[in-house]
C-alpha cells in the first residue's frame, strides 16, 4: 500500500463519486415516484393499470440491472432514438428501483387498517384527503426500513454503470487497475468511497425509523 499512490488517486475517484451520487440520487427520487404512482394502482386495484403495473415489477425485480442497461442502452437507437449513458444509466436505475418501491409503498399500504380510511370518509374527508392525511404518512412510516434498504441497493447498482461507459467509481477502479496495475491502492478507495457514500444513508434511516417509531407512526 503506497500513500503516494492514494494521494494521486483521490481527485480522480472524487469525480467518479460525484458522477455516481449524482446518477444514483437521481434515479432513486424517480424511482421513489414510479414505485409510489405504481404502489397506488395497485391498492386502488385501478383495472387494467394493475395488471399492467403487475407485470413490471415482476420484470423490474428478476432481471438484472445490467440487462436492463443493455437493452435501454443499446437497443432505443435501434428505434432512431438518440441516446447518452448517463440518461441511460439513470433510466436503468429507475426502471429497476421502481419495482422495489412500489413493493415496499404498497406492503406499507395494505398494513393499514380499513377502519382509519373508514373513519375519515366519516368525518367528510374525501378520498384523496383521506388518503393525504390519514394513510400515506403512516404507509411511508412503516415502509422506512425497506425505502432505506432499497435505496442502499440501488446506490450499490451503480457499480454496473461502467457496462455503458460511465466513469463512475468503478469504472475508474478497473482503468487505474488496467493501467498501472495498482491493485491493492484502486480497490481500497473504491471500498472507502463506496463507504463514505452508503454509510450516512445508513444512518440516516436508522434514524428516521426511531424518530418515526417515537413519533407514534407504523406501530
Given at each position: 500500500?503506497?500513500i503516494?499512490?492514494?494521494a494521486?488517486?483521490l481527485?480522480?475517484y ?17 424511482s ?5 404512482v405504481c ?16 407485470v413490471?415489477?415482476e ?29 441511460c ?12 418501491m ?8 395494505e ?22 392525511y ?32 460511465l ?9 487505474l ?13 473504491l471500498?472507502v ?6 454509510l ?16 407514534g407512526?407504523?406501530?
Amino acid at each position: 500500500m503506497r500513500i503516494d499512490v492514494l494521494a494521486d488517486y483521490l481527485p480522480l475517484y472524487g469525480k467518479a463519486a460525484l458522477l455516481t451520487v449524482r446518477l444514483g440520487l437521481t434515479g432513486v427520487v424517480f424511482s421513489i415516484l414510479l414505485g409510489l404512482v405504481c404502489a397506488l394502482i395497485q391498492y386502488f386495484k385501478i383495472p387494467v393499470l394493475r395488471r399492467v403495473v403487475s407485470v413490471y415489477v415482476e420484470l423490474s425485480r428478476n432481471t438484472p440491472l445490467l440487462i436492463q442497461l443493455f437493452f435501454i442502452y443499446y437497443g432505443i437507437p435501434k428505434l432512431g432514438i438518440p441516446t447518452e449513458a448517463a440518461a441511460c444509466g439513470i433510466a436503468g436505475l429507475t426502471f429497476l428501483g421502481g419495482g422495489y418501491m412500489a413493493e415496499a409503498f404498497r406492503s406499507g399500504l395494505e398494513a393499514i387498517p380499513d377502519m382509519q380510511r373508514e373513519c375519515a370518509y366519516s368525518l367528510g374527508m374525501s378520498r384523496f384527503q383521506a388518503m393525504w392525511y390519514i394513510i400515506l404518512p403512516q404507509a411511508v412510516s412503516i415502509s422506512v426500513p425497506a425505502f432505506a434498504a432499497n435505496v442502499i441497493f440501488l446506490l450499490k447498482e451503480t457499480s454496473v454503470f461502467s457496462a455503458i461507459s460511465l466513469m463512475d467509481l468503478m469504472f475508474t477502479a478497473k482503468d487505474l487497475i488496467g493501467l498501472y496495475y495498482k491493485t491493492t491502492e484502486s480497490l481500497f478507495l473504491l471500498v472507502v468511497f463506496y463507504l463514505m457514500i452508503l454509510l450516512p444513508v445508513s444512518i440516516l434511516g436508522s434514524f428516521l425509523e426511531r424518530r418515526l417509531r417515537y413519533a407514534g407512526f407504523g406501530t
